[in-house]
């Protein structure tokens, strides 16, 4: 018996040194923990000669505090894994060519050059050159994207194929990728209520446990029990009531999943906005930005009185060359497409509000609304205007000085992502509303396109705010999507607030709960499905932890518990259950087809009939160009077809209607 006692004693000091220290510097420290309540009942087995089961069961938490250290290192290095993914070296464009600077001396607006296979060091925006870069690292999206001139490029993203500058736009303390570390490192400070209960919870628990563990050793005695039995007992209760596990039970579920988030490109402010989407009943949207590419296109041309479709736009596009307009700028970029001549105008004017007018070749010609229009006294085509109205697109009139020559029709581009996001959302459960400042009758064609519950048109910001108010007195909780910068106030009101896009810097990290790096709508629901999943492994643990220490606490009272399984089992098989079961949020995979912008977008910008010799934009439908398959131009959205969304079978032949001859895209 004495060589089993010396044995133990030897094991205890080479194998739980570790737990021992961190003991003896939490008692200076003045704090009770579980590594006390381990060596307290370590110690104290040996005085009822017991102390091989207090060294195997001081040994088997040693085993389980080296394993969460292990694990929860591998969530945290995830910080410090995000902030290595750019490189420390930039190659700086001189005057002398270019030469290697350590990132953090380049300043914004200086060039950098980015070599084929190289990781990009700071963010910026593309000078010079052309390349695919794949973004895998800060959005989560695994197809590598193409930029060009005037496109924005993250830091960490790997340079595909050519060399390119980029004009540095953040210092490399401010990246994407930093700002998502250091936000990571604010959520874990930013704790939910579990979290917060639970620390409340620990803060008084120890101290009972072990005045319960006293009493249990003390008061059967007094009756005339046997004090070894009960003493025993009370050291079995010491170490079964361990908090450890429940401890646990959030904060590592949590850094599993703000770190999964931060892989996908969503950027979460705080454990509590994980906790949030309980509560959300409601999803409100901004449009333009948002549900849509804030990227004006020409969407049908309309001929009068013996104009053509290319002649309206040629027209149009001289006129429209001399204004700042942001849908003039669009006619004149469809114009370039088309590779359509530009004409000399003299007598340019702007009416402000209203139009523009000049005179080409000597003919004069006006461009601008219906009412403008409507003022010459033409004879209009008020079926045609209203229809084109009531479709959610914006008119813009041509006339000369006798009469209207064509009505060019102009739209918002629908993001690919947003019917997925929208009937992800309701099969979800979640009712979604548009709110937006737009016109009512484009509002009500996206709200239409998508299946939105409800949409509210030509709201001012006030407005706005007004309608977030009105929703929070009639549900739970309501999330508001914005791009972060003109829905500021309303996502501040909101109870969660998401922003979209990388731009989603300055105003929107001080406003926005949640932050998508890109533009893929599908990320909120992949924030949904995670927030849902980490709460509900939240809720396992605690109630696992919870339910093993309650039933092993009666079975110690009643004398069926000993010290090695209390440990083995209570304390460290309940602990590694916890950490297995938070890991599995790294498991998480996002079950909708991924569909690149790619794949519904060709380089192509027209149809061409070779043998009539006329040229026209490709038509549209459900708010973005359609799509060549074969011999025909199909609906986007059929691509995008899944068991989950319903499909639209719209599609056109490609053969002109005039001498059925094929028809080109190019």
């Known amino acids: 018996m004495l060589t089993a006692q010396i044995l133990a004693i030897a094991s205890i000091f080479l194998s739980s040194s570790g737990v021992v220290k961190e003991a003896i510097e939490d008692i200076r420290k003045k704090k009770i923990t579980a590594s006390i309540l381990m060596l307290i009942a370590a110690v104290a087995s040996f005085f009822i000669l017991h102390g091989q089961e207090g060294a195997t069961a001081l040994l088997l938490y040693a085993i389980a505090e080296r394993l969460?250290?292990?694990?929860?290192?591998?969530?945290?290095?995830?910080?410090?894994?995000?902030?290595?993914?750019?490189?420390?070296?930039?190659?700086?464009?001189?005057?002398?060519?270019?030469?290697?600077?350590?990132?953090?001396?380049?300043?914004?607006?200086?060039?950098?050059?980015?070599?084929?296979?190289?990781?990009?060091?700071?963010?910026?925006?593309?000078?010079?050159?052309?390349?695919?870069?794949?973004?895998?690292?800060?959005?989560?999206?695994?197809?590598?994207?193409?930029?060009?001139?005037?496109?924005?490029?993250?830091?960490?993203?790997?340079?595909?194929?050519?060399?390119?500058?980029?004009?540095?736009?953040?210092?490399?303390s401010n990246?994407?990728?930093?700002?998502?570390?250091?936000?990571i490192k604010v959520a874990q400070q930013n704790k939910s209520k579990h979290e917060k209960f639970?620390?409340?919870?620990?803060?008084?628990?120890?101290?009972?446990?072990?005045?319960?563990?006293?009493?249990?050793?003390?008061?059967?005695?007094?009756?005339?029990?046997?004090?070894?039995?009960?003493?025993?007992?009370?050291?079995?209760?010491?170490?079964?009531?361990?908090?450890?596990?429940?401890?646990?039970?959030?904060?590592?579920?949590?850094?599993?999943?703000?770190?999964?988030?931060?892989?996908?490109?969503?950027?979460?402010?705080?454990?509590r906005f994980i906790e949030k989407i309980q509560d959300i009943e409601v999803f409100a949207f901004d449009k333009t930005g948002t549900l849509t590419e804030g990227n004006l296109k020409i969407f049908d041309v309309y001929?009068?009185?013996?104009?053509?479709?290319?002649?309206?736009?040629?027209?149009?596009?001289?006129?429209?060359?001399?204004?700042?307009?942001?849908?003039?700028?669009?006619?004149?970029?469809?114009?370039?497409?088309?590779?359509?001549?530009?004409?000399?105008?003299?007598?340019?004017?702007?009416?402000?509000?209203?139009?523009?007018?000049?005179?080409?070749?000597?003919?004069l010609f006006y461009v601008g609304s219906h009412k403008f229009i409507e003022e010459l006294d033409y004879e209009?085509?008020?079926?045609?205007?209203?229809?084109?109205?009531?479709?959610?697109?914006?008119?813009?009139?041509?006339?000369?000085?006798?009469?209207?020559?064509?009505?060019?029709?102009?739209?918002?581009?629908?993001?690919?992502?947003?019917?997925?996001?929208?009937?992800?959302?309701?099969?979800?459960?979640?009712?979604?509303?548009?709110?937006?400042?737009?016109?009512?009758?484009?509002?009500?064609?996206?709200?239409?396109?998508?299946?939105?519950?409800?949409?509210?048109?030509?709201?001012?910001?006030?407005q706005k705010l007004q309608e977030i108010q009105n929703l929070k007195k009639k549900y739970k909780g309501v999330a508001m999507v914005g791009d972060g910068i003109n829905d500021a106030p309303a996502l501040a009101l909101s109870d969660l607030g998401i922003a979209i896009?990388?731009?989603?810097?300055?105003?929107?990290?001080?406003t926005a709960d949640i932050i998508i790096i890109n533009d893929d709508l599908k990320k909120i629901l992949i924030y949904i499905d995670l927030s849902k999943k980490t709460?509900?492994?939240?809720?396992?643990?605690?109630?696992?932890?919870?339910?093993?220490?309650?039933?092993?606490?009666?079975?110690?009272?009643?004398?069926?518990?000993?010290?090695?399984?209390?440990?083995?089992?209570?304390?460290?098989?309940?602990?590694?259950?916890?950490?297995?079961?938070?890991?599995t949020i790294l498991r998480y995979r996002f079950l909708y087809k991924e569909v690149s912008t790619e794949e519904l977008e060709s380089e192509a910008k027209l149809i061409i009939c070779e043998n009539c010799n006329t040229k026209d934009i490709i038509p549209q439908h459900h708010g973005r160009d359609m799509v060549k398959r074969g011999d025909k131009l199909i609906c986007w959205k059929n691509i995008l077809s899944s068991k989950e969304l319903e499909t639209c079978d719209e599609q056109l032949p490609l053969h002109c209607p005039y001498c059925q001859n094929k028809l080109a895209l190019k």
């Open 198 to 271: 639970i620390e409340r919870f620990a803060k008084y628990y120890t101290p009972i446990i072990i005045l319960s563990s006293i009493l249990v050793m003390s008061i059967p005695p007094l009756f005339g029990l046997r004090f070894y039995d009960w003493f025993y007992r009370g050291l079995v209760l010491l170490v079964v009531s361990c908090p450890c596990a429940l401890t646990l039970s959030t904060p590592l579920a949590n850094i599993a999943s703000l770190t999964k988030m931060a892989r996908e490109g969503i950027l979460v402010k705080g454990n």
């Open 303 to 363: 001929a009068y009185n013996g104009a053509n479709r290319s002649h309206i736009i040629s027209i149009a596009a001289s006129l429209e060359s001399l204004s700042e307009h942001p849908i003039g700028k669009t006619i004149v970029k469809q114009a370039k497409e088309m590779k359509l001549t530009f004409q000399a105008v003299d007598n340019f004017e702007v009416i402000k509000g209203k139009g523009i007018k000049g005179k080409i070749n000597g003919e």
């Open 68 to 172: 969460e250290e292990i694990t929860t290192d591998k969530s945290r290095n995830a910080i410090k894994e995000l902030l290595e993914l750019a490189p420390d070296e930039a190659l700086l464009k001189t005057e002398n060519g270019y030469k290697n600077v350590p990132s953090k001396e380049v300043k914004i607006g200086e060039t950098i050059g980015i070599k084929p296979g190289m990781k990009v060091p700071l963010d910026g925006n593309i000078v010079k050159g052309s390349s695919y870069f794949d973004e895998s690292a800060i959005t989560g999206e695994s197809v590598p994207v193409f930029k060009k001139e005037g496109d924005e490029i993250l830091a960490a993203s790997l340079n595909s194929d050519s060399f390119v500058d980029i004009e540095v736009i953040r210092e490399s």
């Open 501 to 510: 896009g990388a731009s989603a810097t300055d105003i929107t990290l001080e």
């Open 175 to 183: 990246t994407i990728v930093a700002q998502i570390a250091e936000s």
């Open 380 to 462: 209009l085509p008020i079926d045609d205007i209203k229809e084109i109205e009531n479709s959610g697109t914006i008119p813009i009139l041509l006339g000369n000085k006798n009469n209207i020559v064509g009505i060019i029709t102009i739209r918002d581009v629908l993001r690919v992502s947003a019917p997925l996001l929208i009937d992800g959302l309701k099969r979800r459960g979640y009712e979604t509303i548009l709110i937006s400042g737009d016109n009512k009758n484009v509002c009500n064609s996206i709200g239409e396109c998508l299946d939105i519950d409800y949409t509210y048109g030509e709201q001012l910001p006030d």
């Open 535 to 583: 709460n509900k492994k939240i809720k396992q643990n605690i109630w696992t932890s919870i339910i093993v220490k309650v039933s092993f606490a009666v079975l110690t009272v009643i004398g069926l518990m000993t010290l090695w399984l209390a440990v083995g089992i209570s304390d460290m098989g309940v602990s590694l259950l916890v950490l297995l079961n938070s890991m």
